[in-house]
């Protein structure tokens, strides 16, 4: 049998010592109506007098009250009524004393309250790190201190770290550092009792961080996620032209497709959510700048990914069990790319994608038989613009979860 919530456990007891009270006050009513209705006077005769006596006698002492004087009467009367009087009084004051408990367990939020749990505060440890260890800096928050910097410059003057509040908000780094190390774990580390933890600061605070500093970075969507500048674009060129060979410089946009893994598995439509992992999970497809150097990043690039490979373009909504070439169907990079790709450019992908004049993608392997060797070798050298897009995507899927 499930166990009663505390709350209701004890209106319960109240209710069970609210009619205890109730009888009680209802069974001294009776009592005293049919008290007083035995010693009241009566005016038919003189026997009704004394029979009223002798049973007023009867039921006030085992012995005869010797004395029936109308005197000893009405002390007796006002003595009883002090003592009901006093009865009645306790009997509210009780009755006061519930219906004001009543009234603090129905508006208290926390009925028992817990002990403060103690936190080991490491998040101060950012700034040593910063300047001495990058590894471990980037282990905590996923990211380089200049990228923070540039993330922080661009969201702190946004109204939701703002409020009217006689108690003010904790600083936006503290807030977009607990913000990335959640995006930058999974499981029980990223749970908002572990990060208080590591942050000092409660549960709810981490969520509160965690809405703000998403709230900020999507309002920065349409600044950020776009095609770069002339200037910028031959930078981006000039790096797949070092990767690969200078006729290939061309290519400087790249799509590839990865899978969010959902929760458990949804009520409607739950199989066609089921993908080739055996998990339950939903289509995202990207379409991105392979560029990985962070000299030539603008503030805005920084923002739109930490790990610096600029998105451009992403649809979602497909189904775990949709195929890569079908979703990126409903991306605007297929539907325009007319418009968005001048003549003799193109976007690298991987052998899941139709082949196209605008999509370049590696030989696949025929069943039954083996690439030849220039096959081959073309394969390696296309694999030397995309390796980087496994970290775009390792981040995308911690960020979801």
Same mark, same amino acid.
């Given at each position: 049998m499930p166990r009663l919530p505390l709350r209701r456990q004890l209106l319960d007891e109240l209710d069970d010592t609210d009619c205890?009270? $109730? *009888?009680?006050?209802?069974s001294k009513y009776l009592q005293d109506v049919s008290f007083e209705t035995l010693i009241s006077p009566t005016t038919d005769g003189e026997s009704d007098n004394?029979?009223?006596s002798s049973s007023t006698s009867?039921?006030?002492? /085992? !012995?005869?009250?010797?004395?029936?004087?109308?005197?000893?009467?009405?002390?007796?009367?006002?003595?009883?009524?002090?003592? %009901?009087?006093i009865e009645e009084m306790c009997i509210e004051a009780l009755q006061a004393r519930v219906d004001?408990? &009543? &009234?603090?367990?129905?508006?208290?939020?926390v009925l028992c309250k817990n002990s403060a749990v103690k936190k080991a505060l490491q998040i101060h440890l950012l700034e040593h790190w910063r300047d001495s260890n990058h590894d471990q800096y980037r282990r905590r928050v996923c990211v380089d201190p200049d990228t923070f910097d540039g993330i922080?410059? $661009?969201? +702190?003057? +946004? &109204?939701?770290?703002?409020?009217?509040s006689n108690v003010p908000q904790i600083p936006v780094k503290v807030q977009l550092a607990i913000f990335l190390f959640q995006a930058g774990h999974y499981s029980n580390a990223a749970s908002p009792e572990a990060i208080g933890h590591w942050?000092? #600061?409660? =549960? @709810?605070t981490v969520a509160n961080c965690t809405n703000r500093v998403m709230v900020a970075l999507l309002t920065l969507h349409d600044k950020c996620v776009c095609f770069l500048m002339p200037a910028e674009k031959e930078s981006v060129k000039a790096w797949v032209g070092e990767q690969a060979c200078p006729e290939w410089r061309d290519g400087y946009l790249m799509v590839d497709g990865t899978k969010l893994p959902l929760f458990q598995r949804p009520g409607l439509h739950g199989d066609a959510w089921f993908d080739k992992n055996r998990s339950y999970s939903l289509d995202c497809q990207v379409c991105f700048y392979p560029f990985t150097c962070y000299c030539n990043l !603008?503030?805005?690039?920084? #923002? !739109?990914? =930490?790990?610096?490979?600029?998105? #451009?373009?992403? @649809?979602?909504?497909? !189904?775990?069990?949709? +195929?890569?070439?079908m979703a990126f169907r409903s991306t605007c990079t297929f539907k325009e790319h007319e418009q968005l790709l001048a003549p003799g450019k193109w976007i690298w992908s991987d052998s899941a994608y139709p082949a196209e004049t605008w999509c370049v993608a590696p030989f696949r392997? /025929?069943? @039954? @038989?083996?690439? %030849?060797?220039?096959? *081959?070798?073309?394969?390696? +050298?296309?694999? $030397?613009v995309s390796p980087h897009s496994i970290f775009l995507f390792v981040f995308l899927m911690i960020l979801d979860c």
């Open positions: 205890s009270f $109730k *009888r009680a006050r209802l004394s029979d009223l009867s039921l006030s002492s /085992p !012995t005869t009250i010797s004395s029936r004087d109308s005197d000893d009467e009405s002390s007796s009367q006002s003595i009883l009524s002090d003592l %009901s009087d004001n408990l &009543r &009234r603090q367990i129905l508006a208290s939020r922080v410059n $661009k969201i +702190h003057d +946004h &109204r939701i770290f703002h409020n009217n942050a000092g #600061v409660s =549960p @709810g !603008t503030c805005d690039q920084l #923002v !739109t990914l =930490p790990d610096s490979l600029l998105i #451009v373009d992403y @649809g979602l909504g497909h !189904t775990g069990s949709a +195929h890569d070439s392997k /025929p069943a @039954g @038989g083996e690439l %030849s060797r220039n096959q *081959r070798t073309y394969n390696y +050298h296309v694999s $030397k």
